[in-house]
């Protein structure tokens, strides 16, 4: 039967032909590539768009499409994506049980493949890392030696010291010369965090041959890159769809190999030394010693900057807040022969209003969704079956705002939210609340009596717990003092700081950047004009 007698058999024309066979495809690919779910997994919220409908809802609303798409509030659930799925996790309770080691999930299956893309290492130094990165540290194990030793060397010690001392004295030396006298500075207020982080970490971390001192054009190239690494992760010929910030990592990676070349790193901080003599001592070249930095540059900045932005926002674009905080820190600045001398200890243990401000902040901030993959089918919780070769997210944005956590005001900013009253003498805090004593009885806490310590994820959890929090609260404290202490703010164009928008779509690494910079004017205050400030640890 030719063409025509078929078509003309059934009364079909070819379109309609085409057409049907097109549709029985479909079926047939969708029978072959369906997932089948084990009623034991977690329940499934099907898209109208099968394969990449959450997909695309995680591209357009980022971390924000987690609470869009369970009105269910399941404190688990599946989303299936392309041939896998992706497990949610917004319950303190399940997350607590995720985040810890267990032998079927790994964080590393998911992290190194994108340190892959983001620092160009090759096969020979991608076969070093994920050799046995998932087990205990030893010769042929590099990630569990390399977290070990960040983990001890920036937990509370003296090569912590050692850092935080030599960071926020650079700090310090950075603002020496910002609206000097009685000028007053306009300046982009996120480029300013940008430059005094940058500056500040560079040198502690990697000390005077550090890659920025040599060429401050890195700076911005540093930043460029950052911006980039959604273009580079996709990494689709990436030279021509990222190119800016494909050009900008050129730069940086040539500059930090030159730095491992030249021996730049012995005079580092403790930190910078170890773990660059140990990625050599396991096999990287010199080449890819310096990229593997890139990395490193981005745990240490990419949080510690939008942080400290928000911190001083909130802080600034609230008069009476920011005359408590004035009050509370002027308690605590020494004055040491003509230098007011600010100690981060000080503010750490007796400025409870400044470490409550910057916990809340950061809980408002911080959306990072907690990955790791299954590797094996793995029962949670005795009830969720997780099939391996999938991945599984603690949703941390949704349960930062959960008001059977947090209570009613969930959704509002609290700068008091992490203080309680300090029992003394021997008294509960019960008496204290019933005596009504004053502020300075108050103590900064970890957390809000009642709310589950996995509940606040702003550094992750359990195995995954950021190693360089301490370092990052003492900055970022040290960086927030020296501003309200040191100086007044307000709009470019007049006015009090209004709060910029969040950029809730993007991505982050951890916590959200502002949608723009905002323009400010930068001055000393009044009777502190030609004060000359000092930061210790
Ligand atoms: C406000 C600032 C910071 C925030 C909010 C933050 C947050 C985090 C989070 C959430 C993780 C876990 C990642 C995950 O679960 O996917 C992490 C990991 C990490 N952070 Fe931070 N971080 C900050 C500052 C720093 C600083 C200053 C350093 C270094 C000095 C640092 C070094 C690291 C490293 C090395 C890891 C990887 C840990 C591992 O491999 O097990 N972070 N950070």
Known sequence: MDDKSFTGAFGL?????????????????????????????????????????????????????????NPQNYPIYTLPTLTSRTYITTSPTLASLVQRTHPNLSFYSIILPITQRLCALDEPTMRIVLANANGKPGPEALMPEMHEMITSTLGPGDALRELTGSQVAEMGRLFAPVAEGEEKEVLSLYGFVTDVFTKANAWALYGPQNVFRRDPGLIRDFWTYEGGIVGLLADVVPWVTARKAWLARERLMKAFETYVAEKGYEEASTLIQRRVEMNRRHGFSVKMAGHAELIMLFGV????????????????????????????????????????????????????????????????????????????????????????????????????????????????????????????????????????????????????????????????????????????????????????????????????????????????????????????????????ENVKWEMEL
């Open 13 to 69: 024309s070819n379109t309609s032909i085409i057409f049907i066979f097109a549709i029985l495809g479909i079926c047939a690919l969708h029978y072959h590539f369906r997932i089948r779910f084990d009623p034991r997994e977690p329940p499934v919220i099907h898209h109208p768009v099968p394969y990449v409908g959450h997909i695309w809802g995680m591209f357009k609303y980022g971390a924000k499409y987690f609470q869009i798409v």
């Open 301 to 528: 900045l990419g949080n510690a900057v939008p942080t400290s932005f928000w911190v001083v926002t909130n802080i600034f674009s609230r008069p009476e807040l920011l005359a408590e905080l004035r009050a509370e820190l002027e308690k605590v600045v020494r004055e040491e022969e003509g230098v007011r001398v600010v100690s981060v200890t000080a503010l750490r243990e007796r400025c409870p209003l400044l470490i409550s401000t910057m916990r809340e902040t950061m809980r408002v901030i911080a959306i990072l969704a907690s990955v790791k993959y299954v590797l094996e089918d793995t029962l949670i919780a005795d009830k969720y079956l997780l099939k391996a070769n999938s991945v599984v997210q603690i949703a941390s944005g949704v349960t930062h705002i959960d008001e059977n956590i947090w209570g009613a005001d969930a959704k509002t900013f609290n700068p008091r939210r992490f203080m309680a009253p300090k029992p003394v003498n021997g008294s509960t805090e019960k008496e204290v609340i019933d005596r009504k004593e004053p502020e300075t009885q108050q103590s900064a806490v970890n957390l809000p009596k009642g709310v589950p310590s996995a509940a606040y994820r702003v550094f992750g959890g359990g195995s995954v717990i950021c190693p360089g929090r301490h370092f990052a609260q003492n900055e970022i404290a040290a960086f927030t003092a020296m501003m309200v202490l040191g100086f007044d703010m307000e709009e470019a164009d007049g006015g009090r700081i209004r709060l910029p928008e969040k950029d809730e779509q993007t991505v982050p690494l951890s916590v959200m950047k502002p949608k723009k910079d905002i323009q400010v004017r930068m001055m000393r205050r009044e009777g502190f």
